[in-house]
C-alpha cells in the first residue's frame, strides 16, 4: 500500500455519532465498585445524623443526598454524557478528519488535533469503528465515515509506527 495516502473526509458531530462514541469507548461499570463511593457517602451521613456527631444534623443530610446524587450518576452515566455532548459549543459542527502518514488531523471551528503515529499506544478495532489509546485518553474514530483503503492504511501505519 502507498506510503504517502492523503484521505480527507467531514462528518457531523450530532447525536447519533455521540452515542456511538460513547458506546465504543466506554469502560462497563462493575456493580459493586461503581456504587462504592454512593455507599461511602450514605454510611458517613447516617453515622453523623443517627450519632449526632455534629450540633446540627445539616451535614449528615448533606452526605445522605449526595450518596443518592452519586448513585444516580453512575446509573445514568450514559444518558448524562449524550445530554452534556449535545448541548456543548462543538455539537452540530462539521468535522475534517485527514489521515496521512504523519498522523491522524481533527479540524472543527472550536479546535484542531493532530495525533501522529508514534503517539498511538494501542490501536483497537471493532465492527463499528478505530479506538486509538494515548495514555489514559482514547480516540474514536467511526468506520462510517471512511472508505475499505483508509481503513487498512490506519492498521498498517499503526503496525508501521510500533515496528520502528
Not at 454512593?38 to 450518596?67: A, Q, R
Request: hydrophobic residues 40%.
Amino acid at each position: 500500500m502507498s506510503k504517502d495516502l492523503s484521505f480527507t473526509t467531514e462528518y457531523t458531530l450530532d447525536k447519533p455519532f455521540f452515542a456511538e462514541c460513547y458506546d465504543q469507548t466506554s469502560l462497563p461499570t462493575k456493580f459493586p465498585q461503581a456504587y462504592l463511593k454512593g455507599v461511602l457517602f450514605l454510611l458517613f451521613g447516617v453515622v453523623l445524623v443517627k450519632f449526632e456527631l455534629l450540633p446540627s444534623s445539616y451535614i449528615g443530610w448533606f452526605f445522605i443526598v449526595l450518596s443518592v446524587v452519586e448513585a444516580l450518576s453512575v446509573y445514568f452515566k450514559r444518558t448524562w454524557w449524550l445530554w452534556r455532548q449535545t448541548f456543548s459549543r462543538s455539537s452540530g459542527s462539521k468535522v475534517v478528519l485527514q489521515i496521512n502518514s504523519n498522523g491522524v488531523t481533527y479540524k472543527n471551528a472550536n479546535n484542531t488535533r493532530n495525533i501522529a503515529w508514534n503517539d498511538i499506544d494501542q490501536l483497537t478495532q471493532s465492527d463499528l469503528g478505530f479506538i486509538f489509546h494515548m495514555g489514559k485518553q482514547r480516540q474514536y474514530v467511526s468506520k462510517s465515515c471512511l472508505n475499505d483503503e483508509a481503513i487498512a492504511f490506519i492498521v498498517e501505519q499503526h503496525a508501521v509506527s510500533k515496528m520502528s
